[in-house]
C-alpha cells in the first residue's frame, strides 16, 4: 500500500543524480524559505549582521579614493617643493596638514573594516549556531511524525542522512548569501567610480568574466552529484567505521578478528570515493585556471589603456592608482558574485535534500475529527480479515487475520520466527495500518481514534528495545515523559519490573548513568538492561502491555518471574505477551498460533495440547530439551 506512496515522494532527479540546468536554476527557490528560517532564528542578530555589511561595503571605495587623495596631495607637494629643512618644520609650517588628515582618514577606515568584519563573524558564529540547533530541534521533530515504514525505506534514510548533514553544513550559504548582498553594493560603487572615467571598461570586465562563471557553474552541478550518487555508500561507509570501532562490536570484532576485514571493506569503499573526488577536483582545477586567465587578461587590457590614459595627461596619477585600483577589485568583486552566485545555486541543491525531508509527510496520522480512546476499554480489539505486507515485499507478513482480544485478557502469542507475530502487536499499536481489512477497538476503527491518545494507552516492550546511555532513572521516565522526574512513579515501575535491586546494586542508584558510551558509564548484563527496559513499560498508565520477547536475555526461572509479575500487575488490563518459552506462555488466558502469517489455532495451554498440532509438536521440542 505505502510503497507507491514512498516513491512519489523522493523528487525526481535523474539516473546519476546530475541535476539539470533547470533543476539548477529551480533549486533557487529554496533560498527564500532558507532567509526566512534565518529570520525567524534570530531577527536581531540578522539584521545587526546585515547592517554592518552594509557599512563596510561602502568601506573599500571609500579607503581607495582616500587613497587617490593623499598620492595627488603628495605629487602636489612635491611639485610645489616645499622650503623646509625638517619633519618637524614642515609639520609646523603646516604644509602636510592636509596629508596627514588624509592619511589619519584612511587609518580610521581601515580600523573601522577590521572592526566591522569582526562584529561580521561574531554575529555570523552565533546566527549559524542558532540556526544549527533550530534546523536539528525542527529536523528531530519532523522525523518523529513519520511512519515506521519511512525509516526503513533505504531511499529515505538516504533522504534522511543528506537532510541531517545539511542542518550542520549549509550555514556557510548564510554567510555567502550575506556576503553577496555586501559585494554587490561594493561593486555597484566601484562602477560608478569607473563610469565616469571609461564605460566601456565595465563591459571588458564583464565579458571577460563569463567564461570562468560558466565553468564554476557546471562543476558546481558534477560534485552535488558526485556527493548525491554516493549517499549510499557513505551510509555504508559510517555504518563500517562505527562497527570498527564501537563497544557494541567490540566484542565479535575481537574474537573474530573482524577488524581486518572491516579495514580492507572501508578502503575499498573510500578509495573509490576519492577517486572519483580525486578525478573531478583535477578537471576543475585544468578548466577553473583556464577560464579565469580571460578574466585576467581582460584586467591588463584595461590597466594598459588606463596607464595610456594617464601617460598622455588624461589622468593624474592618484586617478591612475585610483581607476587601477578600482578595475582589479571590481574584477575580483564581479568574478566572486558570478562564481559565489554558482555556488549559491550550488548549495541550494543541496537544501533541496533538507526541505524535501520536511516536505515528507506521514500517511498514518490521526483524523480530522478523532475520538477519544474509551477508558475503561470495554470490549476490546477485533481483527476482522487483516493483511499486511510490507513495502516491495513479495510475501504477505500477516494474511486473513481474523479473532478478537478481549479487555482484560491475557493472551499470548506463538510461533516460529517470521510467523508474524511482531508486526500484529504493530498493528495492534498502530505503527502500521493494515492493507486489508481493519482492526477495531471497542467496535470502532482504529483509524478513527487520536493516535497520540491511542499510543499512550499503549505500552510495549520491544525484542529489540533501546538501550538509552542515561541514567537508570531516565532510562525508565522515558516510558511516560511528562513524568521524568516522578522519581515515586520511577521506583514504583521499577519495582514491578524486578529492576529495583539492580539499580539500588549501582554506584548512584537511579542518578548512576548506565551504559559505557560515556566515562562515568556502568554497563549491565543484558537481562539487568532487560528489566530496565520493562519497567519503562510499566511507567505508563496504559490500558493495554505488549511484551514482544523482551526477556530473551534472561534464565527461564528469571523469565517466569517476570511473567509472573506480568500477569498479576495486568489485572483488569489487556495483555499481550510474545515468548518462545512454553513455561512463560502457559499462564496466559488464550493463545495464539501464528504460522507463515496466518492464525493456525487459538485456546489455552491445555486445549491447544490436545488438539496435537504445531503447539503441541514446539512444546514437545522444548520439554525434550530439558530432559
Known amino acids: 500500500m505505502n510503497s507507491a506512496a514512498s516513491e512519489s515522494r523522493v523528487p525526481p532527479r535523474s539516473g546519476d543524480g546530475k541535476p539539470s540546468l533547470r533543476e539548477r536554476f529551480d533549486a533557487l527557490r529554496n533560498l527564500p524559505p532558507f532567509l526566512r528560517q534565518i529570520w525567524s532564528t534570530s531577527p536581531g542578530l540578522t539584521l545587526m549582521t546585515l547592517s554592518l555589511r552594509l557599512i563596510r561595503a561602502l568601506l573599500p571605495i571609500a579607503t581607495l579614493y582616500v587613497g587617490k587623495l593623499i598620492i595627488d596631495e603628495a605629487v602636489r607637494l612635491v611639485a610645489a617643493g616645499p622650503d623646509v629643512d625638517s619633519l618637524a618644520a614642515a609639520w609646523h609650517g603646516g604644509q602636510l596638514d592636509t596629508l596627514l588628515a588624509l592619511l589619519a582618514l584612511e587609518f580610521g577606515l581601515a580600523v573601522a573594516s577590521d572592526l566591522l568584519g569582526r562584529l561580521v563573524s561574531y554575529g555570523d558564529a552565533l546566527l549559524s549556531e542558532l540556526f544549527t540547533n533550530a534546523t536539528s530541534v525542527r529536523l528531530m521533530e519532523h522525523a518523529a511524525t513519520l511512519d515506521l515504514e519511512d525509516f526503513e525505506d533505504p531511499e529515505l534514510q538516504d533522504k534522511l542522512d543528506r537532510a541531517r548533514r545539511q542542518t550542520m553544513g549549509r550555514m556557510n550559504l548564510m554567510s555567502q548569501l550575506f556576503g553577496q548582498v555586501q559585494d554587490s553594493i561594493t561593486v555597484v560603487a566601484f562602477a560608478i567610480g569607473l563610469l565616469v572615467y571609461a564605460p566601456w571598461l565595465i563591459a571588458l570586465l564583464a565579458i571577460a568574466l563569463v567564461p570562468?562563471?560558466?565553468?564554476?557553474?557546471?562543476?558546481?552541478?558534477?560534485?552535488?552529484?558526485?556527493?548525491?550518487?554516493w549517499t549510499p555508500e557513505r551510509r555504508q561507509l559510517e555504518y563500517v567505521r562505527q562497527m570498527g570501532a564501537s563497544v557494541e562490536t567490540a566484542k565479535e570484532v575481537k574474537?573474530?578478528?573482524?577488524?581486518?576485514f572491516l579495514i580492507a571493506r572501508y578502503r575499498a569503499l573510500?578509495?573509490?570515493f576519492y577517486r572519483a573526488s580525486r578525478a573531478l577536483a583535477r578537471r576543475r582545477a585544468f578548466w577553473g585556471t583556464l577560464l579565469a586567465a580571460l578574466g585576467t587578461l581582460g584586467y591588463y587590457v584595461a590597466?594598459?589603456?588606463?596607464?595610456?590614459?594617464?601617460?598622455r595627461g588624461d589622468f593624474s596619477i592618484g586617478d591612475l592608482t585610483f581607476l587601477a585600483g578600482s578595475f582589479l577589485r571590481l574584477r575580483q568583486l564581479l568574478e566572486g558574485l558570478l562564481v559565489g552566485f554558482s555556488q549559491v545555486a550550488g548549495q541550494a541543491l543541496y537544501l533541496d535534500d533538507l526541505f524535501s525531508f520536511f516536505e515528507i509527510?506521514?500517511?498514518?496520522?490521526?483524523?480530522?475529527?478523532?475520538?477519544?480512546?474509551?477508558?475503561?476499554?470495554?470490549?476490546?480489539?477485533?481483527?476482522?480479515?487483516?493483511g499486511f505486507r510490507y513495502p516491495d515485499a513479495e510475501r504477505w507478513a500477516l494474511r486473513g487475520l481474523n479473532f478478537e482480544l478481549r479487555a482484560g485478557e491475557v493472551l499470548a502469542l506463538v510461533g516460529e520466527n517470521g510467523a508474524g507475530k511482531t508486526t500484529l502487536v504493530k498493528l495492534l499499536a498502530r505503527l502500521y495500518d493494515p492493507d486489508e481489512g481493519r482492526i477495531l477497538l471497542d467496535g470502532r476503527d482504529l483509524r478513527e481514534y487520536d493516535l497520540d491518545e491511542l499510543r499512550a494507552n499503549v505500552g510495549v516492550v520491544f525484542?529489540?528495545?533501546?538501550r538509552?546511555?542515561?541514567?537508570?532513572g531516565e532510562n525508565i521516565g522515558v516510558g511516560q515523559i511528562d513524568a521524568m522526574h516522578d522519581r515515586a512513579r520511577i521506583r514504583d515501575a521499577a519495582r514491578r519490573a524486578l529492576a529495583d535491586e539492580v539499580i539500588e546494586s549501582l554506584p548512584r542508584g537511579y542518578d548512576q548513568v548506565i551504559g559505557r558510551r560515556f566515562k562515568t558509564g556502568v554497563d549491565l548484563s543484558g537481562g539487568q538492561w532487560q528489566k530496565i527496559a520493562i519497567a519503562r513499560a510499566y511507567m505508563r498508565d496504559a490500558q493495554v502491555m505488549i511484551l514482544d520477547e523482551p526477556t530473551a536475555a534472561l534464565d527461564a526461572r528469571a523469565e517466569f518471574e517476570v511473567f509472573q509479575r506480568f500477569k498479576e500487575l495486568s489485572a483488569q488490563r489487556t495483555a499481550v505477551l510474545i515468548s518462545h518459552r512454553f513455561s512463560s506462555v502457559r499462564m496466559a488466558d488464550r493463545i495464539l498460533v501464528l504460522a507463515e502469517g496466518r492464525l493456525e489455532a487459538s485456546g489455552t495451554h491445555a486445549e491447544l495440547l490436545a488438539q496435537g498440532g504445531?503447539?503441541?509438536e514446539l512444546f514437545e521440542l522444548q520439554a525434550a530439551g530439558y530432559r
Do not use: C, M
Open 361 to 386: 509527510k506521514p500517511e498514518i496520522v490521526s483524523p480530522a475529527l478523532p475520538r477519544p480512546v474509551p477508558r475503561p476499554i470495554r470490549h476490546g480489539f477485533a481483527f476482522e480479515n487483516v
Open 212 to 229: 570562468a562563471f560558466v565553468g564554476e557553474a557546471h562543476f558546481n552541478a558534477l560534485s552535488y552529484s558526485l556527493n548525491y550518487a
Open 255 to 260: 574474537i573474530f578478528n573482524l577488524h581486518r
Open 468 to 472: 538509552y546511555h542515561l541514567t537508570a
Open 270 to 272: 573510500a578509495e573509490k
Open 463 to 466: 525484542q529489540d528495545f533501546v
Open 614 to 616: 504445531r503447539y503441541a
Open 303 to 311: 590597466y594598459g589603456y588606463i596607464a595610456w590614459r594617464t601617460v
